[in-house]
């Protein structure tokens, strides 16, 4: 089972939304789902909830070209995420360098024909999307 937050997969569809017709690739973290705030009583705490995501870069090159996106340093994003405006809701020789990988596609909502999430081999996964929020951070030091 792969678990992500309401809010996250929220905005990803609208991040893949305002670049179609272009694909977005981004990575994606997870938060211990004790941590969240308004978490499922039945989830274990230790259960990882993937929360937050990078901005991605439009400007970097590989990233354009092979969908991959070497500004986020590996250890921090546990996912990818990636669009595909024109292509079948499922994972590409391009989107699996990641663990688990969620793919969408228009018209980009959440819904299973939609918004789904692959392992690194491309098969789906279960996925449940709860309402749950991230603890607060703050930016300052």
Do not use: C
Not at 46 to 54: G, L
Request: glycine content about 6%; aromatic content about 8%.
């Amino acid at each position: 089972m792969v678990y992500i937050t309401r809010a996250l997969a929220d905005v990803l569809l609208d991040l893949a939304s305002d670049a179609d017709p272009d694909r977005v690739t981004t990575g994606v973290s997870v938060t211990p789902a004790g941590e969240l705030e308004g978490a499922e009583s039945g989830i274990p705490p230790e259960t990882p909830v993937f929360t937050d995501f990078y901005l991605p870069d439009p400007g970097n090159a590989v990233n354009a070209v092979f969908g991959v996106d070497l500004s986020t340093p590996a250890r921090q994003a546990q996912g990818q995420f990636v669009s595909h405006p024109v292509r079948e809701l499922e994972v590409t020789r391009r989107d699996d360098l990641a663990e688990v990988i969620f793919v969408a596609v228009p018209p980009w909502t959440l819904d299973e024909r939609s918004f789904a999430a692959f392992d690194r081999r491309g098969k789906r996964q279960q996925l449940e999307i709860i309402d749950a929020s991230p603890p607060e951070q703050s930016l300052s030091g």
